[in-house]
């Protein structure tokens, strides 16, 4: 595609659900990254995809937090459980993955928890 | 991994000042220095980065600097407009991971 994409666009979700955040990442990028941006604050970086190399999960807040990859391609972030400080907006990015590039972000996954 | 330090937290400044943001970073092996802006509601897009081989770099109003040996680059914006009011992240490589806290830059009429 043109860029990254993410669906679903918005989530409301009831508290203790799972929920399923999904990113395209741009067609022949190796690279794939989760964000968390909470309402004014920065990019807390949560999970690192890097072609068939073992994730960096150090950033994912706690075991609730999961994410694959799968043909290193499309990616979900999965939170079982949800609470409401999981309520954020959740932005993917891609990189052509040759270190220092540009990463390219999605519009992101706003994540509402009633 | 990398640490990143952004300074200040929120900036402001009237139309047609400059404004510089500084970071300093802890890994003496990152070598890609880019900086990003966020528009209010809108994702984060690259606006200039620069490497370790040059110690600045320059696209019209926007230049970025390097030092590493002190590890701290900095943003500066000149003759400063309205639509530069946005927050600002930087970060420090080999690999895109983890962001300064963001300096959100608001110009004044």
């Known amino acids: 595609g043109a860029g990254v994409s993410q669906s679903p666009s918005n989530k409301v979700t009831e508290k203790g659900k799972d929920v399923e955040l999904r990113c395209d990442p741009i067609?022949?990028?190796?690279?794939l990254y989760w964000y968390r941006q909470s309402l004014g604050q920065g990019l807390e970086f949560l999970i690192y995809?890097?072609?068939?190399?073992?994730?960096?999960k150090s950033g994912l807040p706690s075991d609730r937090f999961s994410a694959e990859r799968t043909g290193g391609s499309v990616s979900t972030l999965t939170i079982q459980r949800t609470q409401q400080e999981d309520s954020a907006v959740y932005l993917c990015?891609?990189?052509?993955?040759?270190?220092?590039?540009?990463?390219?972000f999605g519009q992101g996954t706003r994540l509402t928890v009633v | 991994g990398e640490n990143v330090e952004q300074h200040p937290s929120t900036l402001s400044v009237q139309e047609g000042d400059s404004a510089v943001i500084k970071c300093t970073y802890s890994?003496?092996?990152?070598?890609?220095f880019p900086w990003y802006k966020q528009e209010l509601g809108k994702r984060p897009q690259l606006i200039i980065d620069?490497?370790?081989?040059?110690g600045e770099k320059k696209d019209q109003r926007i230049a970025v600097t390097l030092n590493k040996t002190a590890k701290h680059f900095s943003l500066h914006i000149t003759e400063t407009q309205p639509e530069d009011s946005a927050v600002y992240f930087c970060?420090?490589?080999?690999?895109?991971?983890?962001f300064g806290a963001g300096t959100r830059l608001t110009v004044k009429p």
């Open positions: 995809f890097q072609g068939n190399s073992a994730p960096d």
């Open positions: 067609s022949g990028h190796t690279a």
């Open positions: 620069i490497r370790s081989n040059v």
């Open positions: 890994d003496s092996a990152s070598n890609y």
């Open positions: 990015a891609s990189s052509p993955g040759t270190r220092g590039t540009e990463a390219f």
């Open positions: 970060a420090a490589t080999p690999v895109i991971a983890r």
